[in-house]
């Protein structure tokens, strides 16, 4: 569904990414593992259409289309939607008004508010609470829900475990999960390695903006000579 074949993106001068490929299947929960600074937020935004970075050299292509060079507001129309890493939510906007700000009210098909709150209870109790009276994990979830108002068929998804309890980590697994099921495919980059691993069916390993491995994740997480030598895990 999604293909990046050998991209190459860059801040001003600063060559970040040297020839990225990857692949995420129709429903697939694929994991984008690498240490800091190895170019994963990068790949992400390259794939988004956002910039910077400038992407110059290699393809992405969606259902067989190229999107290089679509702007990422018709690329969020064509079904690919982004939680950024820190949430990037609006402070003074509340639960129900973030997600109305993508998809009307008296919407009925695909993903409504009423849905989203079906999916996500705690935010239905939070609906007139500001961005900025949410817990940690209310946050990741309503950053997870506002991605989905836009009915998308794979979120990117930047780090959503990032400085949540280990009780909302675990909650976060059994979200993605049920988006798994419900047919979304998923791509996950998480510092969070073993969470990451429990949920994604394949994982690709990001060093200095190049894939330089790539299996199914069990087998991964079986495997401790690979954690250590591509993610310095012992
Ligand atoms: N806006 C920017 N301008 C210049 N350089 C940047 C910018 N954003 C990232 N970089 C550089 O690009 C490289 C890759 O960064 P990126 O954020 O993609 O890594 P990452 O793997 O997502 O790491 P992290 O887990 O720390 O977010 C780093 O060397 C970083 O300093």
Redesign the pocket.
């Known amino acids: 569904m999604l293909e990046v074949a050998d991209l190459h993106s860059y ?2 001068d ?1 060559h ?1 990414l040297h020839g990225a490929s990857l692949e995420v299947k129709t429903g697939e929960v694929v994991a984008l593992l ?12 390259s794939i988004m259409g956002l910039t ?2 400038d992407v110059r050299e290699g393809s992405v292509r969606w259902k067989g289309q190229e999107l290089r060079g679509v702007p990422s507001h018709e690329i969020a129309k064509r079904g690919i939607a982004i939680v950024p ?1 820190g949430r990037r939510l609006f402070p003074s906007l509340t639960v129900t008004e973030h997600l109305t700000v993508l998809k009307k009210a008296s919407a009925t098909h695909g993903w409504t508010v009423a849905k989203a709150f079906e999916f996500f209870p705690r935010l239905a109790e939070r609906r007139n609470n500001r961005g900025n009276q949410l817990s940690g994990g209310e946050r990741q979830m309503l950053a997870v829900a506002r991605a989905l108002m836009i009915d998308p068929e794979l979120i990117l998804m ?2 959503p475990s990032e400085g949540l309890a280990p009780v909302m980590v675990q909650h976060l697994e059994g979200i993605i999960l049920q988006l798994k099921q419900a047919g979304l495919g998923i791509l996950l ?1 998480e ?1 969070n390695l073993y969470s990451a691993l429990a949920v994604a069916d394949r994982a690709y390993i ?1 060093e200095t ?1 190049r894939v330089v491995h790539q299996a199914l994740a069990s087998d991964i997480a079986e495997d401790p000579s690979t954690l250590t030598k591509f993610l310095g895990v012992h």
């Open positions: 801040y001003g600063a970040v690498g240490r800091n600074g190895m170019g994963k937020t990068t790949l992400i935004r910077p970075p890493q930047d780090e980059v510092q990001l903006g």
